[in-house]
């Protein structure tokens, strides 16, 4: 299948695009192969040119990127730039667009002249590679605004009839990342200030958290304290009660032994004292037998007498 191509040139070197293109114009040829083309308007499909069979040409950026230049210098005056930074229409006093116009020491691919030939605006057409910072900071010095727009784009866009293309410019692109930039470093600024605060909120929390904890602790420890303290007082306590009970047993015990001392030291004197009251009531009647008997000799009751000395030897005998 043979490669539609939307773009020739004519015999006079002239650029044309399909669209304009008549076929007793005579012939046209390929911007990027040089070989002849043949133009084909029909109605089903969109008018182009294509290469004979057998042809090796690939069409590819080249014809792309001339067919979009085309579609730019002849139609300008028809299309809207619309800038993606601003949402603004770009407009700029426009009298003539050349395409490869010279401006020391670039080449522009569409440079856009106002009425005094003053290059006001240059339109670059790009794939791939955008234009280079040197080229764009010299442009902007002479006060050529730069507009740069994909190739594809422009004739995506000429062929769905919709001619508003959407550039980002460059120098409003650099004010908003200037002011994003900015923008960004309050903004790190700020969260580093609200993270300062942050950590010293977070210090003083954990500084005010570390004397809860050494109050916390230094109340424990009064408290293990007042509780050791009291149960050592409270073992004193005991240990002298313990103490006062032994020596209320021990007193009690030494008062028994002492009672039971004296009862037995009691019983053996009231022993002593029976044995010396026996002993004198013995001698005294044994006094009394001896004067007795002296007497009974001449008593005339002496047989109830001697009954009765008999009955007091036997108590004698009895109790001693």
């Not at 294509?50 to 067919?67: D, F, L, P, R």
């Not at 106002?114 to 955008?130: D, K, L, S, W, Y």
């Not at 009647?285 to 109830?304: A, G, H, I, T, Y």
Request: hydrophobic share 30%.
């Amino acid at each position: 299948m043979s490669l539609a191509i939307p773009l020739a040139v004519k015999e006079d070197g002239a650029t044309i695009s399909a669209k304009d293109a008549q076929k007793n114009q005579g012939l046209f040829k390929c911007f990027g192969c040089g070989e002849n083309l043949t133009l084909r308007k029909g109605e089903q499909r969109q008018h182009h040119f294509a290469h004979q069979k057998n042809s090796e040409c690939k069409g590819g950026e080249s014809i792309e990127h001339k067919y979009a230049k085309y579609l730019i210098s002849h139609y300008l005056n028809k299309w809207n730039f619309i800038d993606e930074i601003t949402g603004k229409n770009v407009l700029f006093d426009c009298h003539q667009a050349i395409e490869e116009l010279f401006i020391n020491p670039f080449r522009l691919d569409v440079g856009v002249l106002n009425e005094q030939n003053n290059c006001v605006a240059a339109i670059e057409v790009f794939h791939t590679h955008r234009v280079d910072d040197e080229k764009f900071e010299e442009l902007t010095k002479k006060q050529i605004k730069v507009i740069e727009v994909k190739a594809f784009v422009i004739i995506d866009c000429f062929e769905k009839d919709t001619l508003t293309l959407w550039f980002v410019d460059q120098e409003e692109k650099k004010k908003h990342d200037e002011k994003e930039r900015i923008e960004k470093e309050e903004q790190v600024k700020k969260q580093e200030e609200e993270t300062k605060a942050l950590n010293l909120q977070y210090q003083d929390y954990n500084e005010y958290i570390e004397r809860l904890n050494e109050e916390s602790m230094k109340e424990k420890w009064n408290t293990e304290k007042e509780i050791q303290a009291n149960k050592l007082a409270i073992c004193k306590m005991n240990r002298i009660k313990q103490q006062e009970e032994n020596a209320l047993i021990q007193k009690e015990k030494t008062s028994k032994m002492i009672m039971q001392a004296k009862e037995v030291q009691l019983k053996k004197l009231q022993k002593k004292e029976q044995k010396s009251t026996n002993h004198s009531a013995s001698q005294r009647l044994l006094s009394f037998s001896k004067e007795s008997k002296l007497q009974l000799v001449d008593n005339p009751n002496f047989e109830r007498q001697k009954q009765m000395i008999k009955q007091m030897n036997d108590w004698q005998n009895k109790n001693s």
